[in-house]
């Protein structure tokens, strides 16, 4: 910051300072939170930081962040509780649309610097500044994901974002709630420059003073703004129906018509807004984002980080977990009998990557933190050490006696174990209470959610540590209790079993998944026993199962024929090629999807009432990010509660 400076106005919230030479600096410091977010009382200061520049105008003004977590994460969520009318609705859009029309108007140059995490409102206030410069570091991270709310971006941001980067760019980052880096930020032209930190105040001086020109937009973009608008709506919609049913997320198919019949201008259809945001699914997902956020705290409160971790077991599961942990920055030694058990692993990773990572250099750095070891060297000076071999309790007792022998004594110990007791895997152990289960789910790259577990008796902080651990490579932790199948197998075991009986009484495997499809599941249940594998499938039955009930003779025939599903090339469906074919669904009798669902459900309420899980938000919460439970419910024991009210 230039020495020549005079603060001229201090709030409670923004800051604004004035250089000599006629340049203003707006700090936003949202007071008593860790972040920024756009509240009301925030945007109401803003307009008076504005009413003060127009009495006083600045030669530029620079908007940034006084807080070290990032630039704005978005709106003030805790306030769409208080949306109980179509006029609070009508008048929370109205306050960042009218605002930020306002910034974009003033008649002195205005320059948004982002660094970090530039989201949602927090993008629509940056779009309305003549330039926006981002910082190059690894937290930045812009996008509009309000559609993840069951929302739309109303304050300005469905006008601005589609005539800086045309409107298919625009369409696609926010009707999928995407978020893009720094880099990719420049190259789609959403950001004017780019800049490393050490130079980002200087640039930010630089740019705003001399505002850079932005390049027009191509001829056929410019079309698709104007007398083609209504294709690339179209296209959209086409795209948003292969994911998303209107009926169960209204929000995206609302941004498309805003955009191609309003400009984006919400308050112009006043039908529209209320509808959405005072809908049952924007209420569900906005509970899900609180969801979210409780898991996001597990293990807050250690001061552990790993920053060196071990996995013994180099198959698909133990694999991806080391894979995934390189990604993230840590060094992973990965250990099985010999380097040819390793390497496939390795091959997989390599091609996962280099999908994401374009610069070789740092492709190279990455895989050269996922470390071979079938000697298993890299176990004495791990942080974490994770046994991900096959479920034999005999194999596993003789892997972890050695593995404890050979630890740092205050590393974790930790098991992937999806079917075994910790109390009896534990059992070989000087400390059997360092033992944790630490159980990711499969795709180990998609799927958020990690459960941790704890066995009877078990170390309290080693459960905290290994929460920070799952915490510190982007995953979500849900404790647990040791139980069979934990929380999520556990509720999956009864609803794959439901749905396989209805094949044995004559129901189409399509029919089935349909039912399941329009309920608002990700995947159908059979396809997915499919994915999961009929052998794991057929496992889980008679573990689950548990009161005499036979497994469904369509399972067992399946399994003794050798048909697995989908790693086989065939069971429920084929796979040719590795892809499904599927026939014709046919008409889904009444009242089928509840059936699916009601195991489940039921399953889902033993467990809390078991303890397994500590209560019926974090059962949701499990079952949303752990299966894919429609999202737009917020959870099956909200969407049980919402059937009876």
Request: hydrophobic content about 45%.
């Amino acid at each position: 910051m230039n020495m020549h400076t005079q603060t001229s106005l201090t709030q409670q919230h923004w800051h604004l300072t004035r250089e000599a030479g006629g340049l203003a600096w707006l700090s936003l410091d949202k007071a008593g939170e860790s972040a920024n977010s756009l509240s009301k009382a925030v945007m109401a200061e803003l307009s008076g930081v504005l009413d003060e520049l127009d009495r006083q105008p600045p030669k530029a003004l620079i908007i940034r962040s006084a807080k070290s977590a990032g630039f704005i994460a978005g709106a003030d969520i805790s306030e769409f509780d208080q949306l109980d009318s179509p006029e609070a609705a009508k008048a929370m859009v109205a306050r960042g649309w009218e605002l930020f029309n306002r910034l974009a108007a003033v008649p002195y140059p205005t320059l948004a610097l982002v660094r970090g995490h530039c989201l949602g409102g927090g993008l629509e206030l940056a779009l309305a500044c003549r330039t926006l410069l981002v910082v190059d570091e690894p937290g930045t991270k812009l996008g509009l994901p309000e559609v993840m709310l069951g929302i739309f971006p109303g304050w300005g941001g469905m006008l601005r974002l589609p005539r800086r980067v045309g409107p298919a760019v625009a369409l696609d980052l926010m009707l999928a709630g995407k978020t893009v880096d720094a880099k990719k930020a420049k190259r789609l032209g959403l950001a004017d420059e780019c800049v490393p930190p050490r130079v980002m105040e200087s640039a930010a001086r630089q740019l705003a003073l001399n505002p850079p020109s932005r390049k027009p937009l191509p001829l056929l973009q410019r079309l698709f703004l104007g007398p083609l608008r209504g294709v690339v709506a179209g296209q959209a919609r086409k795209q948003v129906a292969k994911r998303a049913r209107p009926e169960h997320y209204p929000a995206p198919y609302a941004i498309i018509d805003l955009w191609a019949k309003y400009d984006g201008n919400a308050l112009a259809a006043p039908e529209i807004t209320d509808r959405i945001v005072r809908s049952a699914t924007a209420r569900n997902l906005v509970r899900v984002f609180h969801l979210q956020e409780r898991l996001k705290a597990f293990g807050k409160d250690s001061a552990f980080v790993a920053k060196r971790v071990h996995v013994v077991g180099a198959g698909v599961m133990g694999g991806d977990i080391a894979a995934w942990c390189a990604g993230r920055g840590l060094t992973v030694t990965l250990q099985d009998q010999n380097v040819e058990r390793i390497a496939p692993a390795i091959k997989r990773a390599h091609a996962g990557f280099a999908r994401r990572i374009r610069d070789k250099l740092q492709l190279r750095a990455v895989m050269d933190r996922l470390i071979p070891d079938p000697e298993g060297h890299g176990a004495a000076h791990a942080d974490v050490v994770i046994e991900a071999i096959f479920e034999n309790l005999e194999a596993k007792h003789s892997l972890l006696k050695g593995l404890e022998a050979r630890m740092k004594p205050d590393a974790v110990l930790a098991t992937n174990t999806s079917s075994l007791k910790l109390e009896d895997i534990r059992t070989v152990l000087q400390r059997p209470e360092r033992l944790v289960g630490i159980h990711f789910f499969n795709p180990v790259a998609k799927m958020p959610l990690v459960e941790v577990v704890t066995a009877e008796g078990g170390d309290a902080e080693v459960t905290r540590q290994a929460c920070a651990f799952v915490r510190g490579i982007d995953k979500l932790p849900l404790p647990v209790k040791s139980a069979p199948g934990f929380l999520v197998n556990a509720v999956l075991g009864p609803y794959l079993l439901e749905a396989m009986r209805c094949v044995d009484e004559g129901i189409a495997p399509e029919t089935v998944d349909e039912a399941a499809l329009a309920f608002g599941m990700p995947m159908g249940p059979i396809e997915l026993a499919d994915t999961v594998g009929l052998d794991i499938a057929m496992a889980a039955g008679k573990a689950l199962a548990g009161n005499g009930t036979e497994p469904p003779k369509c399972l067992v025939q399946r399994f003794e024929r050798g048909d697995l599903g989908r790693k086989s090339g065939k069971g429920f469906y084929a796979y040719p090629a590795g892809k499904i074919q599927k026939g014709a669904a046919g008409a889904v009798p009444a009242g089928l999807a509840e059936r699916l669902v009601q195991p489940l459900l039921q399953r889902t309420q033993q467990l809390v009432d078991a303890g397994v899980v500590a209560d019926a938000e974090l059962a949701d919460a499990g079952v949303i990010f752990g299966t894919g439970f429609a999202p737009f419910t917020g959870g099956p024991l909200n969407y049980a509660r919402s059937r009876h009210a």
